[in-house]
C-alpha cells in the first residue's frame, strides 16, 4: 500500500565501526552455544549451519510487535507470520492451500464461510488451538481500531464446535481468502497487552529475543505440527540501506537488503539475490478541476488539478513514458515494465498495457488543443502543460524515478517539476498533485482500494459508478476465480474503465525487484511474487532455506 498510510543519501559507514555495532547483537545469538561468535553462518565461517543472519531495513521492525492485532503479517506489508498460524496459505500461483484449515467452503450467497480446523494444534504454552482462537482473533482485529488489517466486513463469527469455524459476512467479499492467508491465530486465553512482545503462536518460529530498534531472533518451534524448519535460527538485524550494504562488506551478513542504487557493488563472497515482485511505483493524476475537497482520516483535502483534469494530459504521459528504458536507467535492470498494480496476478487487466509511442502522444495533444510553446512547453488557453510531482525523499529509488519521469514527460511538451519531500508534506497534495507512490499486494482487493469511489486510496478521485460495479460485483462473487474477468473489466470493459485508453486515472512506471547481497552458499527456495515492503516477505519459507 501506499506509504501515507504508514506514517507511523548518507555515507557508507566504516566497516570497522560497524563492527562496534554489530558485535554486540551477534554475541547475543550465541547464548545457546549454537550461534557463532560474531561470524554470520555459511560462506566459509564453519559456523552452525541451522541458523542465518538477515539484515532488513529499520521500517521492517514491527512498531507494535509481533501482534496479529495491529498488523504483524497481514498489516500493510503482507506477509506470513511465522509465530502463528493461518487459516491457509498461498501458493506460488496465487491458490490457496491449507494451513490450520483442513477444508473450507463458501455459501452460495457468499455471506458465510465455514473452516473446518485441525485438531492436534497446540499453542507454544502448551494449550489447544480451537475453534474460539480464531474466533477470537477474527473478531478482535475486526474491532481494533489500531489494526492494519480491514475485517469490518465480518459480521460474526461463530463455533459449533472445538474444530468448525463459520464466518459470517455483512457483504459478500471473496477477497477475503487473502486476508486470512496472512492473519496469524492468537490464543484467547493468553492475548494481553504485553502479547506484542512476548507472542505465543503455534506457527514454524518461537520468538527468543526482541531488542527494540536492533534485531529480533526467532528460533524454530518444536512443538509446530508441520514440517520441521530445516533453519533452526533465524536473526533479523535492522539497519539503514547503507549500514546493510557494510555490514555484507564485512561479512557479518547472509542475506542483506539493498537497492539497484547499490546493486553494482556486491561484496566479494556474495551475489545478487533478485526477487520478482508487484512492488510497483505509479504517479497518480487528479481528474477533476480543483475546487472541491475531500475528507480522509478526519481532514480535509483540496482536489484536482488544471493540467491533469484534462483527459488528453493524462493518456499523453501514459503512452510518453518509455518504461523500458526506466527500468533500464533507473533499476540497473532489476525491474519490470508496470502498467497496473496487478502485474502477472490472475485478476490483471491487457487492457492496462500501453505502447510507448511519442508521436501519438504528441498529436493527442494537438488534437485537444496544446500547442508548444517557445519554451517547447505546451500550452493551451494560456496555460502552460506544468506539473508538480512529489516523491518520498528519503527514497533514493523513487527520487531516480521522478527525475526520469519528468524528462521522459518533457520529450511530449510536458513539464513535471519534481520534489523531495516527507510524507506529512505529501499528505495535504495527495489529490491535487502528482504523487509517486508505492503499491502492490497478493490480493485483489488493491484494485479497489485505488479505483473505488468511496476509497481513501482513490487519490485521482476518480468516480464512475460503471467502474464502482465492476469492482463491486468482482468481491461479491462466490468463486474467487469466477471474479478475474470483473476486476477487469474495471481496468476496461470495452467502453470505459480506468485503463490508458480510458480514464487513465495512474501512470504505472516499474515493478521493482526486491534485492538482497547474499552469501553465495546460502540457498534460498523459491519465492512468490513479493508484495510492496522490501522486508518480511523475503523469509516467508525461511524454514526451508539451508546452505550448501
Known amino acids: 500500500m501506499n506509504d501515507l498510510t504508514r506514517r507511523n543519501f548518507i555515507g557508507l559507514a566504516a566497516v570497522g565501526g560497524l563492527g562496534l555495532t554489530l558485535g554486540p547483537l551477534l554475541s547475543a ?21 541451522s541458523q542465518v543472519i538477515i539484515v532488513m531495513g529499520t521500517g521492517s521492525e514491527p512498531s507494535a510487535g509481533f501482534d496479529p492485532f495491529f498488523g504483524w503479517g497481514c498489516g500493510e506489508h503482507g506477509h506470513e507470520p511465522l509465530i502463528q498460524s493461518t487459516l491457509i496459505t498461498t501458493t506460488k500461483d496465487m491458490g ?14 457468499g455471506l458465510t464461510w465455514t473452516f473446518k480446523i ?35 466486513m465480518i459480521k460474526d463469527v461463530e463455533t459449533p464446535d472445538d474444530t468448525t469455524v463459520v464466518i459470517q459476512l455483512l457483504r459478500p467479499y471473496n477477497a477475503l481468502l487473502y486476508t486470512l492467508a496472512l492473519v496469524g491465530i492468537v490464543p484467547a486465553a493468553a492475548h494481553g497487552a504485553d ?44 539497519m539503514a540501506e547503507d549500514a546493510a550494504l557494510a555490514a555484507a562488506r564485512a561479512g557479518q551478513a547472509d542475506l542483506a537488503f539493498t537497492s539497484a542504487i547499490f546493486s553494482n557493488q556486491t561484496p566479494a563472497d556474495y ?11 505509479g504517479i497518480s493524476l487528479p481528474t477533476s478541476a480543483p475546487g472541491k475537497t475531500k475528507e480522509s482520516d478526519g481532514t480535509s483535502y483540496p482536489v484536482g488539478n488544471s493540467v491533469t483534469a484534462d483527459i488528453a494530459i493524462r493518456r499523453a504521459l501514459n503512452m510518453a513514458i518509455d518504461r523500458d ?46 500547442t508548444n510553446g517557445s519554451d517547447g512547453i505546451a500550452v493551451k488557453d494560456g496555460a502552460r502543460a506544468s506539473l508538480d510531482l512529489y516523491y518520498s525523499a528519503s527514497d533514493s529509488v523513487r527520487q531516480a524515478l521522478a527525475a526520469e519521469f519528468s524528462n521522459q514527460a518533457k520529450l511530449v511538451g510536458i513539464e513535471v517539476k519534481t520534489h523531495g519531500a516527507s510524507w506529512d508534506e505529501i499528505y495535504p497534495r495527495q489529490f491535487s498533485d502528482l504523487v509517486l507512490w508505492g503499491w502492490g499486494s497478493n490480493s485483489p482487493a488493491e484494485l479497489y482500494s485505488l479505483y473505488h469511489s468511496s476509497s481513501s ?21 462466490v468463486k474467487v476465480e469466477d471474479s478475474y474477468p470483473l476486476w477487469q473489466a474495471a481496468a476496461w470493459d470495452g467502453k470505459e474503465g480506468v485503463a490508458p485508453k480510458g480514464a487513465a486515472t495512474w501512470v504505472w512506471l516499474a515493478n521493482v ?36
Open 29 to 49: 545469538c550465541s547464548q545457546d552455544g549454537n550461534a557463532g561468535t560474531g561470524s554470520a553462518a555459511g560462506a566459509g565461517s564453519n559456523a552452525d549451519l
Open 457 to 477: 486510496g482513490n487519490f485521482p478521485c476518480y468516480y464512475n459508478k460503471t467502474v464502482d460495479k465492476h469492482l463491486d460485483d468482482a468481491l461479491a462473487t
Open 271 to 281: 551475489e545478487i539475490f533478485a526477487c520478482k515482485s508487484v512492488d510497483s511505483r
Open 96 to 109: 490457496f492451500e491449507n494451513d490450520l484449515a483442513t477444508s473450507y467452503s463458501n455459501s452460495n450467497d
Open 513 to 548: 525487484d526486491h534485492l538482497y547481497f547474499k552469501k553465495k552458499n546460502l540457498l534460498i527456495a523459491e519465492q512468490k511474487l513479493h508484495p510492496h515492503g522490501h522486508g518480511w516477505s523475503v523469509v516467508n519459507d525461511v524454514d526451508q532455506w539451508s546452505w550448501s
Open 118 to 152: 485441525r485438531p492436534d494444534v497446540q499453542f507454544s504454552n502448551n494449550t489447544p488451538l480451537t475453534a474460539k482462537d480464531v474466533a477470537y482473533t477474527l473478531k478482535g482485529i475486526r474491532d481494533n481500531e489500531g489494526s492494519e488489517t480491514d475485517l469490518s
Open 325 to 370: 528504458l526506466m527500468v533500464s536507467n533507473v533499476l540497473n535492470g532489476y525491474g519490470s515494465p508496470a502498467f497496473s498494480v496487478s502485474d502477472g496476478m490472475p485478476w490483471a487487466s491487457k487492457d492496462m498495457v500501453v505502447a510507448t509511442d511519442i508521436a501519438a502522444a504528441k498529436k493527442l495533444l494537438a488534437d485537444a488543443g496544446w
Open 195 to 238: 502479547y506484542g512482545e512476548r507472542p505465543i503462536g503455534s506457527g514454524r518460529y518461537l520468538l527468543e529475543q526482541w531488542d527494540r530498534g536492533q534485531q529480533v531472533i526467532f528460533t524454530a518451534n518444536p512443538g509446530y505440527y508441520g514440517t520441521a524448519p530445516k533453519m533452526q535460527r533465524v536473526i533479523v538485524l535492522f
